[in-house]
């Protein structure tokens, strides 16, 4: 059975750091590639990052871009979001989630909340 | 990166059909066959409706139906039952990035 489990959301203060982990199982993590969506509180889904299967190819939404990093280890399943230099605006739920192919989320975690507050 | 645009809310009587539509640009629906739409019941993650424009993944009703026509992608759910009240989102391929729909809340009168 696939299954995406996020971890490391919480409550952190404007201009902090956060690490977000989701650690996949059911599947062969190493071939496909992986994506970071969120949706802040009663708002609609955003496109955050995506990372090709050997994590040498990433991209970022243009609101996160600079000060968040995604990455991979592909020997331990898990997919990571480092958050930096964290904005009241980018509370919100993170989901991570596998992209069978092009533009098809397929799989997707449960969430993890971040809230940026002081 | 702009969000692809949808409308706020489209509703129906039990065995309707209703139609979202989502509008985006050359550079995104318009360029690509790689549409796909989620549906999100509150506090659950989204799930996979349709994909490449048009096909249902194994497990979605046949009452679920996408299309495309230049820069806009519809999604028609034939025959409206309850359990399809929620939200659903629009997903479009756009080169290095992947762009959402702004989401419609879809109401089963």
């Known amino acids: 059975e696939v299954q995406l489990v996020e971890s490391g959301g919480g409550l952190v203060q404007p201009g902090g750091s956060l690490r977000l982990s989701c650690a996949a199982s059911g599947f062969t993590f190493s071939s496909y590639w992986m994506h970071w969506v969120r949706q802040a509180p009663g708002k609609g889904l955003v496109w955050v990052s995506r990372i090709n299967s050997d994590g040498s190819s990433t991209s970022y939404a243009d609101s996160v871009k600079g000060r968040f990093t995604i990455s991979r280890d592909n020997a331990k399943n898990t997919l990571y979001l480092q958050m930096n230099s964290l904005r009241a605006e980018d509370t919100a739920v993170y989901y991570c989630a596998r992209e069978m192919d092009t533009a098809m989320f397929d799989y997707w975690g449960q969430g993890t909340l971040v809230t940026v507050s002081s | 990166q702009s969000a692809l645009t949808q409308p706020r809310s489209v509703s129906g009587s039990p065995g309707q059909s209703v139609t979202i539509s989502c509008t985006g640009t050359?550079?995104?629906?318009?360029?690509?066959?790689?549409v796909s739409w989620y549906q999100q019941h509150p506090g659950k993650a989204p799930k996979l409706m349709i994909y490449?424009?048009?096909k249902r993944p194994s497990g979605v009703p046949d009452r679920f139906s996408g299309s495309k026509s230049g820069n806009t992608a519809s999604l028609t759910i034939s025959g409206l039952q309850a359990e399809d009240e929620a939200d659903y989102y629009c997903?479009?391929?756009?080169?290095?990035?992947?762009?959402f729909g702004t989401g419609t809340k879809v109401t089963v009168l």
């Open positions: 050359s550079s995104d629906v318009g360029g690509y066959n790689y």
């Open positions: 490449d424009v048009s």
């Open positions: 997903c479009s391929y756009a080169g290095s990035y992947r762009v």
